[in-house]
């Protein structure tokens, strides 16, 4: 995969999707389990890791720790092995991914101390990790900030003890960062409020195969006690939830059928429902889904965004488009992060009519969108600039796409498979 920060997409719109797409393993299990890799030297074994720029920096992230990592690209499989070195994740590396946040439970557990770069990532908002420090103070660790860097230490033992966290507020990475700094903990952890997503079960379903004991995954608290060390294991990443929803949208929105493959439906009820509200025909066949929209008209539905098991932010931007092409007048409100309309702008540049009151945005569909020169913002942004230029009239650019080759796997190659005209372009 080749991700130039100078890359573009040219989308040729206006032709339905047809056909099936194979969904690759979630960007947000993989990331979180490469850096649970932390907590033991033993070898451990991932299959259905996707090759994405996210993915990457987080095999150079474990490497600077001192890890050795093998990647498959092909075949998805990733093997980690061997103790870090190291317990320092640099900005040059966390600037780039703020989910390298992450390493700082499983390092200060490891290590007895850490040192992480306070992140960077998505412009969607201030993003703060005052949940994950938090968290660690309960369970012994003493913070510092000191030039731009958390420095974590466990006191006395030089390990963390249980605690009981309460979070303030939802978080999913602050959840799976205490989630793995309490595998190694002296006693239990309670963490209540904990954070839902099919992710965080993914990721204690590796962990316990590691040898921790996790309890109540999936549920708003979870029970952890500390064991002495971890072991290796081989597990196999959860579906991409938030692709699959792409791709079901991108289908849609082209009143096209596609079918997407190796998905976990259960994880997208939300989704699902609000597609069915939107006009579509969708079917669940095992690990299938297909939404037909073949001579359908693609109806308006309000959204409220919220923690999981409600509608997910990272599906905000996508849903948005398909309310723009709609027959009437919907509103979608995002309750998770701030600053995370910035399509909005650019899907005014294609024609739509939209307008954002708040953390509102009221949207009037038109009956056709029209290709235009655009810009990505974020990764989610920048999946629904693609998903407007392949609905829309005539030739839509995509600039600054190194954003959509954080999360979607071989995208190219996937919307090709579907019908859709895309290329790369620098
Ligand atoms: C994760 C996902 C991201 C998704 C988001 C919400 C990963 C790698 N990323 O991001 O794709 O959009 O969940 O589903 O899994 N907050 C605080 N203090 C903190 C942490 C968070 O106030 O210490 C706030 C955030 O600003 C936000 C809310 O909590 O308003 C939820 O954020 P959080 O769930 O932490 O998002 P991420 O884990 O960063």
Redesign the pocket.
Known sequence: MTAFKTAKFKIQGGKPLDGEVKISGA??AA??ILLSTILTSDTVVLKNVPDLADVKTSFKLLQDLGKHCTYDAQSGEAVISGAVTSFVASYELVKTM??SIMALGPLVAFCGQAEVSLPGGCAI?????????KGLQAMGAQIKLDDGYIKATAIGSGRLQGGHIVMD??????T?NLMMAACLGNGTTIIDNA?L?P?IVDLAHCLNKMGAKIKGEGTPRLEIEGVEKLHGCEHSVVADR?EAGTYLIAGIATHGVVTCLNTLPSSLESVLQKLRQANALITVDGTSITADMRNRQIKPVDVVTA??PGF???MQAQMTVLNTLSDGVSSVTET??ENRFMHIAELIRMGAHIEIRGNTVICEGVPQLKGAQVMSSDLRASASLVIAGLAAEGTTIVDRIYHMDRGYEHIETKVGSLGGIIERIY
């Open positions: 960007k947000n990331l979180p703020r989910a908002g201030a993003r703060p990790v005052d949940l994950h420090i507020k939802v978080s999913v990475t602050g799976e954070a997503e992710e938030i923690p999981h997910p932010t990272d998770i992060f």
